[in-house]
Nanobody, 114 residues
């Protein structure tokens, strides 16, 4: 059971970035999928969460209207599309799956800076 994030990097303020989280060993369509982020010295923060079926996608107030979580079930991948990025979005971003099991990815660094 594994989650692998990709797509992080350096982006300028106001820019966009898409993070991917590929699942192996389980079918992520059966799981609640979430993105979290963490900066040094602070607690991990929930960014967005998507239920396994139906239900409402939830976003942190700080990213509403700028970030979108989605999933591609045939590819067994979940995405986080980030736009209008701000320096305060700089963090390590983690994807997580919650259901019969829980699993976390290793994280990918996103740095928003000019």
């Amino acid at each position: 059971v594994q989650l692998v994030e990709s797509g992080g990097g350096l982006v300028q303020p106001g820019g966009s970035q898409r993070l991917s989280c590929a699942a192996s060993g389980f079918t992520l369509s059966n799981y609640v999928m979430s993105w979290y982020r963490q900066v040094p010295g602070k607690e991990r923060e929930l960014v967005a969460t998507m239920p396994s079926s139906g239900g409402r996608t939830v976003y942190a107030d700080s990213v509403k209207g700028r970030f979108t979580i989605s999933r591609d079930n045939p590819k067994n991948t979940v995405y986080l599309q980030m736009s209008s990025l701000k320096p305060e979005d700089t963090a390590v971003y983690y994807c997580a799956a919650f259901g019969r099991i829980s699993s976390w990815g290793q994280g990918t660094q996103v740095t928003v800076s000019s």
